[in-house]
């Protein structure tokens, strides 16, 4: 196995490692999430089913924003580490 080969595996490594972490902790929000709502539910049994979601904003909307604005935040910081990785090999020869 190349050096190259072998450091590509342990980057392959780490980034599983890293999702799935992610996803642990990503389950143990949405656990918690639950949790927490089924407490308030429990508190405002008074309250209406409409009442509440009248209430609320249009989650698919905030959902939809907030994944928006992730998505420029993400290209925006590929652009820049592009720029930077650009300038810092601008004249290394490429093997």
């Known amino acids: 196995m190349t050096t190259d080969t072998k450091a590509k595996a342990l ?3 780490a980034q599983d490692e890293v999702f799935e972490t992610v996803r642990t902790g990503q389950a143990a ?4 999430f639950t949790a927490w ?3 308030v539910r429990a508190f405002t049994p008074t ?3 409409s009442d509440y979601v009248a ?3 249009n989650i698919e909307e905030l959902v939809s924003n907030a994944y928006d604005i992730a998505e ?3 290209a ?3 652009e820049f580490v592009e720029k930077l ?3 810092a090999t601008n004249g290394v020869p490429k093997h």
């Open 85 to 87: 990785v650009a300038a």
């Open 55 to 57: 209430a609320l904003p």
């Open 76 to 78: 925006t910081q590929r």
């Open 72 to 74: 420029k935040s993400l």
């Open 37 to 39: 709502i089924d407490a």
């Open 47 to 49: 309250l209406g089913a």
């Open 29 to 32: 929000v949405v656990d918690a």
């Open 11 to 13: 980057g392959k490594e």
